[in-house]
Each structure stands twice: as C-alpha cells, then as structure tokens.
C-alpha cells in the first residue's frame, strides 16, 4: 500500500504565494509520475502540473511561468510552488502518483487533497 501526504494549502491573496508538497510512502519499487490535479467547485478534477521521474515536467497553460513542480527522489516528494496566485486557482488540489509496487506493474493513488483559497 501507498500513502500520499499533502500540505502546504490555505487562504492567500491574489498576487500571493504557496507551496504545496506531497510526500509518499509504503511499498514500492519505484514511482514514475508524479503530479498534481486541482477540482473547483462544480468542476470538472483537471491537470495542473506532473512531473516524471527524470524530472520532466508538464503544466497546463493556464499555469505556465506562474507554478513551479519539482521533486525530490531521495524522499518521495514533490513541491508546487505556486506564484502570482489568481481567485480562479481557488480548488482543492489533489496529489497522484502512479507508482510500481513491482516491477511488471503500475497502479495509480491519489492524495486526500489540500484546499487552496485566493482571495480578491
């Protein structure tokens, strides 16, 4: 079993900053991608950002030059560093990591979310 552990959200203003990070744990081989999804309310849990474990990186464009993913392999853990925050990144983001608990097999696990608040 996997654990993902979220942190970092809360209330911010526009123009702010936060850091969210996820850490994982349990039995496993490796974990390859890592990301996170956010989900506002009445929407739609849409992609915000993942990273794989060369480090490549994917954003979507509503985020790009303003959220940073990085991560740190030697403690399971990824960071959001989320910068130049808008009313419209108000959701709660969620942590997924799609990890192999063996080596002929990948399964995919979700975090329990952390709530991020922009205020106007």
């Known amino acids: 079993q996997v654990q993902l552990v979220e942190s970092g959200g809360g209330l911010v203003q526009a123009g702010g900053s936060l850091r969210l990070s996820c850490a994982a744990s349990g039995n496993f081989v490796s974990i390859e991608v890592m990301g996170w999804y956010r989900q506002a309310p009445g929407k739609q849990r849409d992609l915000v950002a993942h990273?794989?474990?060369?480090?490549?990186?994917n954003y979507a464009d509503s985020v790009k030059g303003r959220f940073t993913i990085s991560r740190d392999n030697a403690k399971n853990t990824i960071y959001l560093q989320m910068n130049t925050l808008k009313p419209e990144d108000t959701a709660v983001y969620y942590c997924?990591?799609?990890?192999?608990?063996?080596?002929?097999?990948?399964?995919?696990?979700w975090g329990q979310g952390t709530r991020v608040t922009v205020s106007s």
């Open positions: 990273i794989s474990r060369d480090g490549t990186t």
């Open positions: 997924f990591a799609n990890v192999r608990p063996v080596y002929t097999r990948i399964d995919a696990y």
